[in-house]
């Protein structure tokens, strides 16, 4: 894993959704994609599980730094990011379709997860409840796969292993 | 031994992280807080660039940006004339009750206000808050008033030594006490997100039109004279309770296009750093 990638990833998303992602808001809930979601999603299945674990908390992390309260969004990222990696080794998630679906669905439970994890710490919930997440997952599952081609060039995870793969055989 | 290299299973490796999280999301919420402004402070540049790529990108021909400047003024001198006719009207009703009590002739005399910058602002969705760069230290505190564009904006809910937040009248977690010129009774204004607020449980047989002028209610000790919110920008019978209405408020200030705003501080202790209510020093938001 090329970790000072993964910090320039993390800052620049952070970022991103902090800031510039309001101007590509839809509907009147105004939903827009988690960049976060998206790159969680991307590491959980293209990293091993040790990898998929640091970089799901850090950017569970970077996602309570970009809303308000921190724990909700590191506990269930680190969860579902867990989770989906060990998935991962069972059914393996490669075509777009299956990306865009797993997409959807984790950003759906983590969702879900952070607004009863942040109820329970008496923390202030997302706003929308769960049209809101479910817009919210709908919107990143559609650009996920289209960033995923993105973060695969600009992290190159893949010929990593290639090459790591060729030195082996 | 300097060389060995520790090894963590993925396991502990999980549940360090877990007990972390839960550490974090069970801290007071005082400390993660001030933590959150921390972090505001530190990446307060790029952040304020991320902020303002939006708005460059919102900028079109110079002509058309020109009308727009023009109707901004507009819009803040009419906030300004309708902050002033709501005070005379005020005045002449404490004049017609003849009580005799010294009532102040201007709202706002003896208020200061505070300029602030704005470091990060989220004002679309349902969540639309600000950060300013003003706090504790600046005479700040939890649930004061705050002004963009001649007219009252939101309320500040977290202040920490050097910066505060702002949750906007917009917010779907605000709710505020607002009344409507001429319709002698309180309404409670609850923010729809998506830069609008709703006003319900008002009764049919109020009439109410579509512009008139929405205030917000004075609060002693933080704001001493009602002050224009918004507009009415619809005003429909409620789907549920048709005896109702619903009432759609668009705010008189797009917080959006914000730069600046001000904060009210009634009977301010020390005047560092604090305009006095004039017109020519009112905020206006360049």
């Known amino acids: 894993m090329p970790w000072p990638r993964f910090a320039v990833f993390v800052l620049i998303a952070t970022f991103l959704q902090k800031s510039w992602i309001d101007t590509i808001a839809v509907t009147d809930l105004r939903v827009t994609p988690d960049l976060l979601l998206i790159g969680m999603v991307f590491f959980a299945i293209r990293c091993n599980v040790k990898e998929a674990i640091i970089s799901s908390f850090l950017l569970g992390f970077a996602a309570d730094i970009a809303s308000s309260g921190l724990g909700p969004q590191i506990i269930s990222f680190g969860l579902l990011g867990t989770a989906l990696s060990n998935l991962h080794r069972l059914i393996a998630i490669r075509k777009v379709p299956h990306e865009a679906i797993t997409i959807f669905l984790t950003g759906i439970i983590t969702g879900c997860l952070a607004f009863f994890l942040a109820h329970i710490a008496g923390q202030t919930t997302k706003p929308g ?29 893949k010929n990593r292993r290639r090459e790591k793969l060729s030195r082996v055989f | 031994m300097a060389g060995k290299r520790i090894r963590i299973s993925s396991k502990m490796l999980f549940a360090w992280f877990m007990l972390g999280g839960f550490i974090l999301l069970f801290s007071p919420l005082g400390i993660t807080g001030k933590f959150q402004f921390a972090i505001g402070r530190l990446f307060y540049w790029p952040l304020k660039a991320g ?18 400047d023009i109707n901004r003024k507009e819009s803040q001198y009419q906030n300004h004339i309708t902050n002033l006719e709501e005070e ?104 729809a997100g998506s830069n609008s607020a709703k006003i319900k449980m008002v009764p049919v047989k109020y009439k109410i039109k579509t512009g008139q002028q929405v205030l917000i209610r004075k609060k002693p000790g933080y704001l001493d004279s009602s002050m224009i919110v918004g507009q009415v920008q619809q005003c429909k019978r409620d789907n549920k309770n048709p005896a109702l209405w ?22 301010p202790v020390a005047n560092v750093g604090l305009k006095q209510p004039q017109t020519a020093n009112l905020p206006n938001g360049k």
């Open chain 2, 88 to 191: 005379l009207r005020q005045k002449n009703l404490a004049i017609q009750q003849l009580t005799g009590l010294r009532t102040r002739l201007r709202g706002l005399e003896g208020a200061g206000f505070l300029p602030a910058e704005i470091i990060v602002s989220s004002v679309s969705g349902l969540r639309t808050e600000i950060m300013i760069n003003r706090g504790k230290e600046d005479g700040l505190s939890k649930d004061m008033f705050v002004l963009g564009d001649n007219s009252i904006i939101g309320i500040i809910t977290e202040v920490s030594p050097r910066t505060a937040k702002v949750r906007l009248f917009t917010d779907a977690s605000s709710t505020i006490q607002v009344n409507i010129p001429d319709i002698e009774i309180n309404m409670l204004m609850q923010g």
């Open chain 2, 246 to 267: 619903d009432i759609t408020v668009k705010p008189s200030c797009d917080a959006s296009k914000l730069a600046n705003v001000a904060v009210i501080i009634m009977n």
């Open chain 1, 129 to 157: 409840g769960l049209g809101a997440i479910t817009g919210t997952s709908f919107y990143s599952a559609v650009l996920g796969p289209v960033l995923f081609l993105l973060l695969d060039w600009l992290m190159r995870i």
């Open chain 2, 51 to 68: 902020r303002q790529m939006p708005l460059a990108a919102k900028t079109e021909l110079p002509l058309k940006s020109n009308d727009e």
